[in-house]
C-alpha cells in the first residue's frame, strides 16, 4: 500500500511539473483592454487564458463571465494590478497612458492597434506568438486572405456604388479611404465618398455629402431616418430617395468598426448590400 501510495505521489508530481508552461494564464492570465484583441485571442481558442477584459469586450459572449477592469477609456488600474497578469492587451490612442503606466510598474503590456488588413493579418500573428497559438494564427490568417480574396473577385467589372458611412452627427463625421472602415468598403467593391480627410475619422460638412451623392449610405450616427429626410438638402440625395440607407440594426458596425476576424464577414455583408444595388441599375 505504502509503495501504491508514493508511486501515486511522484505521477502525481510529474503530472504537476509537466503543467507548468509559457502558457501566459498559468502565470496570472491574460488582462485584454482592447475588444478587438480580445476577440482575436478568443479566434485563436485561448479564451481561457483571459483573466479580465473592460466592459467593451462583448464579443464572443463567454466574455461577459469574465471579470471586468473598467471600460476602454476607464481603467481600473488597481484591479489589473491586483491580478499580476502575465500580460496585458492594450489599444492605441486613449490607451496610450495606461499601456505607459502600468509597463512602469514592471507589468508586461502590448498594444495592438491594427489600422489596415494587413495590419490585422499582422496582429493576429503577433498575438499568435505571444499566447502560444502560433499555429491557429497561421490558418486563421491563410483562411482570411482566402475568403477577402473570393469577395476581391467578386466585385471585378461591377459598378461601384458611392458609399457614406456616418459615425456622429454632431459633430457630423465619416471615414477616409485610409481608414480601417474606409479599407472594407473599398475592398468589398464601394467607392467611399471621402478619398481623404484630415484624419481617418474627422469631420465633414454636410455640404459635401450633399454634392458627392452617395448611392448607399451606413449611418451609426444613432439618428433616425425622419431625421435623416429632414436635414437641409438632403432629400435628393440618391441613398436617401432610393431608401439604400442602413443602419445599426441592418448591419452591426462592429463587423466594420472593429479590426477582427469578424471584419471578413462585415465584408460579406457589404457585398450583399453592393450586389442589390447594382442589380437595380
Same mark, same amino acid.
Given at each position: ?10 505521477? @502525481?508530481?510529474?503530472?504537476c511539473f509537466s503543467c507548468q508552461g509559457t502558457s501566459p494564464r498559468k502565470?496570472?492570465? &491574460? ?10 485571442? !478568443?479566434?485563436?481558442?485561448?479564451? =481561457? ?5 473592460? /466592459?467593451? !469586450? ?12 473598467? %471600460?476602454?477609456?476607464?481603467? %481600473? ?12 492587451? !492594450?489599444?492605441?490612442?486613449?490607451? /496610450? ?18 489600422? @489596415?488588413?494587413?495590419?490585422?493579418? *499582422?496582429? &493576429?500573428? #503577433?498575438?499568435?506568438? $505571444? ?9 486563421? &490568417? ?17 459598378p461601384r456604388p458611392k458609399v457614406y458611412l456616418e459615425i456622429y452627427r ?21 467607392? =467611399?465618398?471621402? *478619398? ?8 465633414? =460638412? ?12 451606413? !449611418? ?5 431616418? /425622419?431625421? &435623416?429626410?429632414? #436635414?437641409?438638402?438632403?432629400? %435628393? ?5 432610393? +431608401?439604400?440607407?442602413?443602419? /445599426?440594426?441592418?448591419? =452591426? ?8 476576424? +469578424? ?7 457589404? #457585398? $450583399? ?6 442589380a437595380r441599375q
Open positions: 500500500m505504502k509503495k501504491f501510495v508514493h508511486a501515486m505521489l511522484i505521477l @502525481s508530481a510529474i503530472f502565470e496570472g492570465g &491574460i488582462v485584454v483592454l482592447s475588444p478587438e484583441v480580445a476577440e482575436i485571442v !478568443c479566434a485563436l481558442g485561448a479564451e =481561457n487564458q483571459i483573466a479580465a477584459v473592460t /466592459e467593451e !469586450c462583448n464579443y464572443p459572449p463567454g466574455l461577459a463571465a469574465k471579470q471586468k477592469v473598467g %471600460n476602454f477609456s476607464a481603467i %481600473n488600474r488597481e484591479a489589473i494590478i491586483a491580478l499580476k497578469p502575465a500580460l496585458v492587451f !492594450c489599444s492605441s490612442l486613449e490607451q /496610450e497612458m495606461i499601456a505607459a503606466e502600468l509597463g512602469k510598474l514592471g507589468l508586461k503590456v502590448e498594444v495592438v492597434y491594427p489600422g @489596415s488588413l494587413e495590419g490585422l493579418f *499582422s496582429a &493576429i500573428g #503577433r498575438i499568435g506568438s $505571444l499566447i502560444d497559438r502560433q499555429t491557429e494564427a497561421s490558418k486563421l &490568417i491563410g483562411t482570411m486572405k482566402k475568403d477577402i480574396e473570393l469577395i476581391r473577385q467578386s466585385s471585378k467589372g461591377k454632431n459633430p457630423l463625421m465619416s471615414v477616409a479611404d485610409s481608414s480601417f472602415v474606409g479599407v472594407l468598403i473599398e475592398t468589398a467593391g464601394g467607392d =467611399n465618398i471621402f *478619398s481623404s480627410l484630415e484624419r481617418d475619422y474627422a469631420r465633414v =460638412n454636410s455640404e459635401a455629402v450633399i454634392k458627392a451623392r452617395p448611392d448607399v449610405m451606413i !449611418c451609426y450616427s444613432q439618428d433616425s431616418l /425622419e431625421g &435623416i429626410l429632414a #436635414r437641409k438638402g438632403w432629400q %435628393n440625395i440618391p441613398a436617401l430617395t432610393n +431608401r439604400d440607407i442602413l443602419f /445599426e440594426k441592418d448591419l =452591426n458596425p462592429d463587423l466594420l468598426q472593429r479590426a477582427t476576424p +469578424r471584419s471578413v464577414l462585415g465584408m460579406k455583408q457589404l #457585398r $450583399l448590400i453592393f450586389d442589390r444595388w447594382q
